[in-house]
Every structure is written in C-alpha cells, then in structure tokens.
C-alpha cells in the first residue's frame, strides 16, 4: 500500500475488470460526465468499479482519449 502525504492529489477512475480499462472522474467537468456515462454505457453488462487511479494504472488501460476523440466527430 503507497502512503500519502498531506496534500497529494487521489485521483478516482472507472475502471471495467472484464475490458481492463479505465477512466478517470472528474464530477465539476460536464464533458467528462458525459464520458463516464458513455463508458460506463459500453461496460454496462462487464463488472465496473470506481477505485483510485494507483490501483489499475499499470495493469488497466486508459480510453479517455478514445472516447474523447468519438465526443468530437459526433
């Protein structure tokens, strides 16, 4: 387990245990709501989590900038 100190940022994610992916949360962004929604829509039947970033790093996935890119041709 990684210690934190006073001030350190946590960063939360989605994270699907069945697609290894994850994205991150931020709840004041609209767009990104948006794309949690769309995330958590393409993993809805897969097992989704909401854990800190340091937990799935290494072994997961980020699709942020996968989805993302979708949000700009719609």
Request: aromatic share 6%; proline share 0%; with cysteine.
């Given at each position: 387990m990684v210690t934190k100190k006073k001030g350190d940022i946590i960063i939360?994610?989605?994270?699907?245990?069945k697609c290894k992916e994850y994205i991150s949360i931020d709840v004041e962004d609209l767009t990104r709501q948006e794309m949690v929604q769309e995330f958590d829509g393409a993993h809805r039947n897969h097992t989704v989590?909401?854990?800190?970033?340091?937990?799935?790093?290494?072994?997961?996935?980020?699709?942020?900038?996968?989805?993302?890119?979708?949000?700009?041709?719609?």
């Open positions: 939360r994610v989605r994270a699907c245990n989590v909401t854990v800190n970033l340091e937990e799935v790093e290494k072994d997961f996935k980020n699709v942020e900038d996968q989805i993302r890119s979708a949000f700009i041709e719609i």
